[in-house]
């Protein structure tokens, strides 16, 4: 059975760094692709970061580009999502999520932005909160 677990949300000022980890199980790790996605207050849903486990292939939301990482260990089974600069507008529930899909078709689309339904395992988030 697919799981996946995050961890690492928290508290940080504005300007601040934080690192989230989505630990997985249950599957072939480099089959899958993994997205982190958020649910800001009062707000949609939205995809932040996602990368393939085979070639490590990464897309970024528009806002976080530059200022989020997202990495993927395979020995650990691990995704991170590395934030940095923080700003309050980053408060939110951040959720991992993943799918199964080859790298040659994963760099065809940003399937986060465009096909979030697509992602058919999601872990029950965490809380990040950026305030002074």
């Known amino acids: 059975e697919l799981h996946l677990v995050e961890s690492g949300g928290g508290l940080v000022q504005p300007g601040g760094s934080m690192t989230l980890s989505c630990a997985t199980s249950g599957f072939t790790f480099e089959e899958y692709a993994i997205a982190w996605f958020r649910q800001l207050p009062g707000q949609g849903r939205e995809g932040v970061a996602c990368?393939?486990?085979?070639?490590?292939?990464?897309f970024y939301e528009d806002s976080v580009e530059g200022r989020f990482t997202i990495t993927s260990d395979s020995a650990l089974k691990t995704v991170f999502l590395h934030m940095t600069n923080l700003k309050p507008k980053d408060t939110g529930v951040y959720h991992c999520a993943a799918f199964t899909i080859s790298f040659v078709e994963f760099r065809k689309r940003d399937y986060m932005r465009e096909a979030s339904h697509e992602f058919d395992c999601w872990g029950q988030g965490t809380q990040g909160t950026v305030s002074s």
């Open positions: 990368i393939s486990n085979t070639d490590t292939y990464e």
